[in-house]
């Protein structure tokens, strides 16, 4: 309970900040894009992080690591 009230008190400025950002950007990203869902959002999220780490997988593979 403590990091929780930490955070709610702002005692841990980075923390609270980001998270404040975070829920800002959300609002915004999904009242100001019509037609735009969470679903459609963590769906690229996902497709970009497979494509990250295939990529990734590839160039250890070719640099032999």
Partial sequence: MGAVADVVL????????????????????????????????VSQVLMILLTVLFVWAKAAQLLHR
């Fill in 10 to 41: 702002w005692r841990r400025k980075e923390v609270a900040g980001g998270l404040l950002a975070a829920v800002v950007a959300s609002w915004a990203l999904f009242y100001c894009a019509p037609g735009y869902t969470l679903l459609s959002f």
